[in-house]
């Protein structure tokens, strides 16, 4: 039983100190995104990146449901509009 308690122990101090640890650091300190302007930065920009994709995913559902509607009534048997050249 101590030789395992033994891994286990020396195992947690082995990531503690690594990148996870000082996370783990820095989140008990306090520090966090608003204390970095690049962090800041970055996560100002991944919003605009969201906000994009969020317009995007929106034009493609309107699509999506148009085609829908074009092909409902092609089961009708309602022409469909011809192509524009």
Same mark, same amino acid.
């Given at each position: 039983?101590?030789?395992?308690?033994?891994?286990?122990?020396?195992?947690?101090?082995?990531?503690? @100190?690594?990148?996870?640890?000082? %996370?783990? +650091? *820095?989140? !008990? &300190?306090? %520090?966090? +995104? $608003? +204390?970095?302007? @690049? #962090? &800041? /930065?970055?996560?100002?920009?991944?919003? #605009?990146?969201? *906000? /994009?994709?969020?317009?995007?995913l929106?034009? %493609?559902?309107? &699509? !999506? *449901?148009?085609? $829908?509607r #074009? #092909? %409902?009534? @092609? *089961?009708?048997?309602?022409p469909?509009? &011809? +192509? @524009? /050249?």
């Amino acid at each position: 039983m101590v030789p395992v308690a033994m891994f286990v122990m020396v195992g947690l101090v082995v990531i503690m @100190r690594g990148p996870l640890g000082q %996370a783990i +650091a *820095d989140r !008990i &300190r306090g %520090a966090s +995104a $608003e +204390a970095n302007p @690049r #962090l &800041r /930065e970055e996560l100002d920009h991944l919003r #605009l990146e969201v *906000d /994009e994709l969020r317009g995007q995913l929106g034009e %493609a559902q309107e &699509r !999506i *449901d148009f085609a $829908e509607r #074009l #092909l %409902a009534r @092609r *089961d009708e048997n309602v022409p469909l509009p &011809r +192509a @524009r /050249e």
